[in-house]
Antibody, heavy 123, light 110 residues
Framework: EVQLVQSGAEVKEPGESLKISCKGSGYSFTNQWIGWVRQMPGKGLEWMGIIYPGDSDTTYSPSFQGQVTISADKSISTAYLQWSSLKASDTAVYYC????????????????WGQGTLVTVSS | QSVLTQPPSASGTPGQRVTVSCFGSSSNIGTKTVSWYQQLPGTAPKLLIYSNNQRPSGVPDRFSGSKSGTSASLAISGLQSEDEADYYCAAWDDSLDGWVFGGGTKLTVL
């Protein structure tokens, strides 16, 4: 059974750093892209970026480039999302999701999702 | 402002058929397949439809999807109370080289 299990909720102050995780199991973690999606309170889904754990090839949404860092450790089947200096506006639920693509890339889907990590940034 | 455009709300009574539309452009829906996600209150999104009209195992056939040009639709027939949720369309965007989502449609079962 494919599962993505995310780390627990975090409460941080502005300016602090944070790294949240997403551990995959039940499939070959190395060979499938993992994406991160933000959902601010009461709002919709926003794509942040994507990483291929096999070689750590990463693409960021322009909206999040320079604001977060996506990484992965294939030896422990875990992807990460990190901030060096949190802002109150980073308060949101963050989801990881497995990204599947057909050869040629015309058909793609986010087929399995983690349970979400709530990050609250407040002084 | 989301790249894909969905109506913010939709509603129906039990047993009815409802549809949710999703409008995009040539860089996303026009050239890539559409997927739909259901988000029940307080839970993570779940894949409902992929490749425009395919259902993952376990998704009831009451849910169906279609695509034409740069727009797509999700149809739910035989509406049930447990279908009350937020529904999001999504597609890969070649210009962005990433995913784009609709703003979400909140479905209310009256």
């Amino acid at each position: 059974e494919v599962q993505l299990v995310q780390s627990g909720a975090e409460v941080k102050e502005p300016g602090e750093s944070l790294k949240i995780s997403c551990k995959g199991s039940g499939y070959s973690f190395t060979n499938q892209w993992i994406g991160w999606v933000r959902q601010m309170p009461g709002k919709g889904l926003e794509w942040m970026g994507i990483i291929y754990p096999g070689d750590s090839d990463t693409t960021y949404s322009p909206s999040f480039q320079g604001q977060v860092t996506i990484s992965a450790d294939k030896s422990i089947s875990t992807a990460y999302l990190q901030w060096s200096s949190l802002k109150a506006s980073d308060t949101a639920v963050y989801y990881c999701a497995r990204h599947l693509a057909s050869s040629g890339g015309s058909s793609r889907r986010l087929d399995y999702w983690g349970q979400g990590t709530l990050v609250t940034v407040s002084s | 402002q989301s790249v894909l455009t969905q109506p913010p709300s939709a509603s129906g009574t039990p047993g009815q058929r409802v549809t949710v539309s999703c409008f995009g452009s040539s860089s996303n829906i026009g050239t890539k397949t559409v997927s739909w996600y259901q988000q029940l209150p307080g839970t993570a999104p779940k894949l409902l439809i992929y490749s425009n009209n395919q259902r993952p195992s376990g998704v009831p056939d009451r849910f169906s999807g279609s695509k034409s040009g740069t727009s797509a639709s999700l149809a739910i027939s035989g509406l049930q109370s447990e279908d009350e949720a937020d529904y999001y369309c999504a597609a890969w965007d070649d210009s962005l080289d990433g995913w784009v989502f609709g703003g979400g449609t909140k479905l209310t079962v009256l």
